[in-house]
């Protein structure tokens, strides 16, 4: 699984919030996806709030019974700002291949899904230790904290209720996603390449 950022005014990559915001996004999907805290980045389980346990482990992910191979893609749509607490909501995009095993043998299911369901993140900037700015590089994880002293008070991975109508409609509009090969579902003998991580990690840590 690898993650691909795509810039935008909302948030700045390169800055002690983006690492931030990217570090716990990137995390809480991982959680998900093995159902574990362990499975995040380290520092991740510090900078959660309460019952995120719990959360990551309400729906059972694909890789539960599944090899899974996935690439997303994260663009900044909004954010709110008041004192030391910023809320943001992310678009979402994805290439996503499922294994299918059966008596004929092994098939993908590959999905490519276009800007839609959003997620939302709620940072608090406590403490004196801030994330790490500028991290980039050619690795799909970090290998040390890049949380700082900061915590995360409210995240939802998939914006899928009421309330998030609005936002849905907008990430809807963007344009499309160039680095999808098609939308919909297709099938096949291969699942379809994880591209690079943008910006990616360093590769020696901070």
Known sequence: MSFRWIPTSML????????????????FELAFEGQSMEWGYPGFAAASPPGTDE???????????????????????RREDIDDRSRLTICRSE???????????????NIGDPWAFPITIELVRTGERLPPADQHGSQITPS????????????DRLGVGPENRADVVACNALPPNPDLPR????????????????PGWPVNGL
Request: charged fraction near 20%; charge should be neutral.
């Open 12 to 27: 700045d990559l390169a800055s002690s919030e983006g690492t931030f915001v990217r570090a716990y996004t990137e995390s």
């Open 55 to 77: 959360r990551i482990r309400l729906v059972a992910s694909n890789s539960q019974t599944s090899r899974v191979v996935n690439t997303l893609f994260l663009r900044p749509l």
């Open 95 to 109: 290439l996503l291949s499922i294994e299918q095993r059966s008596d004929a043998g092994v098939e993908w299911r």
């Open 144 to 155: 040390t904290s890049m949380f700082g002293s900061w915590r995360v008070s409210y995240f």
């Open 183 to 198: 939308l919909g579902v297709e099938p096949g003998p291969e699942p379809w390449p994880v591209l690079p991580p943008t």
